[in-house]
């Protein structure tokens, strides 16, 4: 039976009451008011950069980010049970703002928060407040200001949030612009019932805090992507979120289901992505990380997915990667009717801490699925597991080359990994924050 979302946030909730007395965090980041940003040109059409190109965002050795990411974690959690972070619990993203009870004077301090390969994604830190306090999208080529599609378009950087509770129905794909932040803390803010997000050929963005679902196929349409540019986009797939050439991307605390194709899918070259704290539900090809077998320009992407929960309705994909180089690190799966984590084309796939339950079905509790190849060809592929609970008859199937002594975990995550894993993804999704109080 799949593990419910309630009981598991009431477990931790009185683990946390039980263990640890709330204490105020009052750092005040320093924040300016100018960055130049960058106005690429959206295209739905991939570039023309020669196969295997190293992008410029890339990093040269991934498993120095990935131990960063487990030294991160360990640190946070030993901190925890010395009682530095009282209020916190153990998630190092978490306990960097939510401990602050005035959080809405201090909200850029976010983007110091992430951690893994997007954790240098500023987002809009360096540029002025945007407040949205209109949900229409009635004209996409000349958008009204106060609208969420005319604050992401802009030229500079923006820190976006919103009046109040709101629902937005996009009539075509939101374009985003780079340096940009989407926060939705405060409010109860929903994208849902029409298009959804798409970032491409950008760099720097922040999401966080929203609610985004049933998102709906729309194209063959012009969409502004800039003040001064509008072109025609062709059908866009009806991704929840879509990230297409693009870097330092940081998707954190929304909640997802639903949507026409993905839920959160990252092709075309791009690289340096987190992907954390987010609430998955009901929902078939969950994550696709890596354009086609045939593209091997995705060999540059590096993605953390990191304190996710996988919950109920989700069938595969979570993720399904090509390519690239993928940490995936205390997550907690609690539903899958085919497999949990694909792919093809020789990733590099680095599963640790996470907790795994598998389904009923005695046919479907394989957490990996190897697509379109040979058992000869993938037990070459470097897959590995350590310190994943792995419940109700789950498995994990390891390839590859042993693991260097770079990925070695000295700390109490490996050894207790579903204790871990419940106190850091218990409010995975959209928080619901009010001025004044902790989040």
């Known amino acids: 039976m799949a593990v419910s979302r309630s009981l598991l946030a009431l477990s931790a909730s009185l683990v946390v009451l039980a263990f640890f007395v709330?204490?105020?965090?009052?750092?005040?980041?320093?924040?300016?008011?100018?960055?130049?940003?960058?106005?690429?040109?959206?295209?739905?059409?991939?570039?023309?950069?020669?196969?295997?190109?190293?992008?410029?965002?890339?990093?040269?050795?991934?498993?120095?980010?990935?131990?960063?990411?487990?030294?991160?974690?360990?640190?946070?959690?030993?901190?925890?049970?010395?009682?530095?972070?009282?209020?916190?619990?153990?998630?190092?993203?978490?306990?960097?703002?939510?401990?602050?009870?005035?959080?809405?004077?201090?909200?850029?301090?976010?983007?110091?928060?992430?951690?893994?390969?997007?954790?240098?994604?500023?987002?809009?830190?360096?540029?002025?407040?945007?407040?949205?306090?209109?949900?229409?999208?009635?004209?996409?080529?000349?958008?009204?200001?106060?609208?969420l599609r005319h604050a992401v378009i802009q030229d500079r950087p923006l820190w976006i949030v919103f009046k109040r509770d709101m629902v937005i129905t996009l009539k075509q794909e939101l374009i985003m612009n780079s340096f940009k932040t989407i926060d939705g803390r405060g409010a109860n803010v929903a994208i849902a019932g029409g298009a959804c997000i798409t970032i491409q050929y950008v760099t720097n963005i922040i999401i966080h805090g929203i609610n985004i679902h049933d998102c709906r196929r729309t194209g063959n349409a012009m969409v502004r992507s800039s003040p001064s540019h509008y072109g025609w986009r062709t059908m866009a797939d009806g991704d929840a979120i879509s990230?297409?050439?693009?870097?330092?991307?940081?998707?954190?605390?929304?909640?997802?289901?639903?949507?026409a194709d993905g839920l959160i899918?990252?092709?075309?070259?791009?690289?340096?992505?987190?992907?954390?704290?987010?609430?998955?539900?009901?929902?078939?090809?969950?994550m696709l990380m890596g354009h086609s077998d045939s593209y091997t320009r995705d060999k540059v992407m590096q993605v953390t997915i990191a304190y996710n929960h996988f919950g109920e309705g989700l069938i595969q994909r979570m993720p399904r990667c090509r390519h690239g180089y993928f940490h995936v690190v205390n997550n907690d799966y609690t539903h899958w009717v085919m497999y949990a984590i694909g792919?093809?084309?020789?990733?590099?796939?680095?599963?640790?801490?996470?907790?795994?339950?598998?389904?009923?079905?005695?046919?479907?509790?394989?957490v990996t699925k190897r697509v379109g190849s040979?058992?000869?060809?993938?037990?070459?592929?470097?897959?590995?597991?350590?310190?994943?609970?792995?419940?109700?008859g789950?498995?994990?199937?390891?390839?590859g080359a042993a693991?260097?002594?770079?990925?070695?975990?000295?700390?109490?995550?490996?050894?207790?990994?579903?204790?871990?894993?419940?106190?850091?993804?218990?409010?995975?999704?959209?928080?619901?924050?009010?001025?004044?109080?902790r989040c």
């Open 22 to 147: 709330c204490v105020n965090a009052s750092t005040i980041a320093h924040e300016t008011e100018e960055l130049k940003s960058q106005s690429p040109t959206n295209s739905s059409t991939a570039d023309k950069l020669s196969d295997g190109a190293w992008n410029e965002h890339a990093v040269e050795n991934p498993e120095e980010v990935a131990a960063l990411v487990d030294m991160t974690i360990r640190n946070s959690t030993e901190r925890r049970k010395l009682g530095f972070f009282s209020c916190a619990t153990g998630n190092p993203i978490d306990d960097c703002w939510r401990c602050d009870r005035n959080w809405h004077l201090r909200r850029k301090r976010l983007a110091n928060c992430a951690i893994g390969f997007g954790r240098n994604a500023v987002g809009g830190r360096d540029g002025r407040y945007y407040v949205v306090t209109d949900p229409s999208d009635n004209d996409v080529i000349n958008p009204r200001p106060g609208t």
């Open 243 to 259: 990230i297409f050439g693009s870097s330092h991307i940081w998707i954190d605390h929304n909640s997802l289901s639903n949507c």
């Open 265 to 286: 899918d990252a092709i075309m070259g791009s690289t340096a992505i987190t992907i954390s704290n987010n609430y998955l539900t009901h929902h078939n090809e969950v």
């Open 343 to 366: 792919g093809s084309a020789n990733p590099t796939i680095n599963s640790q801490g996470n907790r795994f339950l598998a389904p009923a079905n005695p046919f479907a509790k394989e």
């Open 374 to 392: 040979w058992q000869g060809e993938w037990k070459q592929w470097n897959w590995r597991s350590q310190g994943d609970l792995l419940l109700n």
């Open 394 to 399: 789950a498995y994990f199937t390891k390839s």
């Open 403 to 437: 693991t260097p002594a770079s990925y070695a975990r000295a700390s109490s995550l490996g050894a207790k990994p579903s204790s871990v894993v419940s106190m850091l993804t218990y409010s995975s999704g959209a928080l619901k924050c009010r001025i004044g109080m």
